[in-house]
């Protein structure tokens, strides 16, 4: 079954200051930024800003995937939201990947269509730290010239597959990456190098 | 703030829905996610788009904006910054530089805007290729290929008869090297200042149910041909209120005689400057 773990304590200004830091980040690829308002002790194996985002982003419209049998995190999501848990990761408007190994390919992921690429999923991936200024070359919208972002604990392959992402565009997944309070984001408009 | 209200009007889910729109539209740079438009407390016309998706981004902490044709004080501006503050309590401002949100109808400011503001446009007809092909079949199918040829045809026919490209409001600019997108009907002279511009631009169609964005720092060019550049327009005077040379311009009817006074279409910019004026007297 799980525990329920406790939800955001202000639903209404907590999830609008996540989102716009959220929507900070998805806008400037690369840049990192601490989640401002509550953040819930999350649920086992999710970190506080994958919790809460998921939190103040989905419902019963926004099918959630999980990487593997997580009850009390499951039973949490579907508790305050009315979100649908899938198995399949394909079926899912958001995933989340607890094991850095387990993200790729990509492509098991829902990529949109040409005609609606926004169909697609955004996938938070944990990791253990972010840190700006160093690390992966990044390019594209959202950065004045080049940003830098060093991810630790991603998982091997993760540049070869988020640039086969990047080839697919306009179709793809859109990554966020959560460690403890902090997110980054890598949309499928970025170009990464190593 | 009215306790009547939730807070910024719309209530939660339909925030998630317009947030995670959002979400995609600023990962694909220039593509029109559908959302699932509200009714809203005004008719279609008056910003119903951009009032849903400021509503969606609006927090207590916010300043907000809200111009019409560059104005502050026309009655669309003037009613959108009262429901937000009678519905979400937040802070208005008509000057350009204090603000955080800005919302607007068919300018954008003549001051540079920073990375800590968000731009926010209504959009009447936010496809593009509309009037080149009806069917929305199609035209999504185009911007799935990347098939916009009917446009150069378009803006080519513009300069095979009246030797000039002659569309002058909501000109066509292509995003990121792949979508053409409306950028809602400004006039060409602000389509430079999308390009690269440090603010994240947030577009709203609240009829056509349309959320599309600009991330910051993204390549815009607006759609031209070689021997046909694309140039903004000009005037042979300044404001005849500040003196400004290189700001867009209105024609004001001032009598019955004939008398017409060209000054700055945005408020707060002329106001700064004979502010400045003023001070330097």
Redesign the interface.
Known sequence: MGRIAAGLADPVHDAQMQFRDLLWAMSRPGSVVVLRGGLPAPPEPLVPAAYALLLGLVDGESPVWLDGDHPDASRSIRFHTGASMVAEPGQAAFAVVTRASGLLPLERFAQGSHDYPDRSCTVILQVDHLAAGAGLKLRGPGIAGTARLEIGGAPEGLVPGLQANRRRFPLGVDLVLAAGRSIACLPRSTDVEA | MSGAY??AYLD??T???L???????????G?Q??FASRDMPLPYGWGTGGIQVTA?????DDVLKVIDQGADDTTNAVSIRAFFRKTAGVATTERTAEATVIQTRHRIPERPLHAGQILVFQVPIPEPLRFLEPRERET??MH??ADYGAMHVKLYEDVARMGRITTSFAYPVK??G??VMDPSPIPKFDNPKLH?C?A?QLFGAGREKRVY???????VESLDFEDHPFEVQRWDRPCGLCGSTDSYLDEVVTDDQGGRLFCCSDTDFCRERRDRMDEGR
Request: charged share 25%; net charge positive.
């Open positions: 939730n807070f939660e889910q925030k998630r829905m947030r995670r729109a959002l979400l995609k539209a600023v990962a694909i740079p593509y996610v559908p969606a981004v609006l927090g207590q999504r199918r799935g290929l995003v990121a792949r979508y690269d440090p994240l964005a600009i991330p910051p720092h993204t390549t």
